[in-house]
Nanobody, 114 residues
Framework: QVQLTESGGGLVQPGGSLRLSCAAS????????MGWYCQAPGKQRELVAR???????NYADSVKGRFTISRDNAKNTVYLQMNSLKPEDTAVYLC????????WGQGTQVTVSS
């Protein structure tokens, strides 16, 4: 079982920045495929960014050039640096780990509004 705890969400003005963190349990974090997903009200959950155990990343087209996913294996933590935020980025952001199966965190709310 892998437990995931997200933090760092909040209310930010358009153009602002946030950094989300996801702390994971387990001794094999360095092998996990980690991802950030978002879910807005009435919409399906969507991939935002993923990072493999070797550090390869991929992003949704809507966030390329604005968001950066990274991981610190020593801290069992994955991050999502979110810059140039837009109102349409408003959603619950969830952390996912893949280690034989998928594990999900509870999510953290990001609201972009003036």
């Amino acid at each position: 079982q892998v437990q995931l705890t997200e933090s760092g969400g909040g209310l930010v003005q358009p153009g602002g920045s946030l950094r989300l963190s996801c702390a994971a349990s387990g001794s094999f974090f360095r092998y996990y495929l980690m991802g950030w997903y978002c879910q807005a009200p009435g919409k399906q959950r969507e991939l935002v960014a993923r990072i493999t155990s070797s550090g390869t990343t991929n992003y949704a087209d809507s966030v390329k050039g604005r968001f950066t996913i990274s991981r610190d294996n020593a801290k069992n933590t994955v991050y999502l640096q979110m810059n140039s935020l837009k109102p349409e980025d408003t959603a619950v952001y969830l952390c996912m780990a893949t280690w034989n199966k998928e594990f999900w965190g509870q999510g953290t709310q990001v609201t972009v509004s003036s």
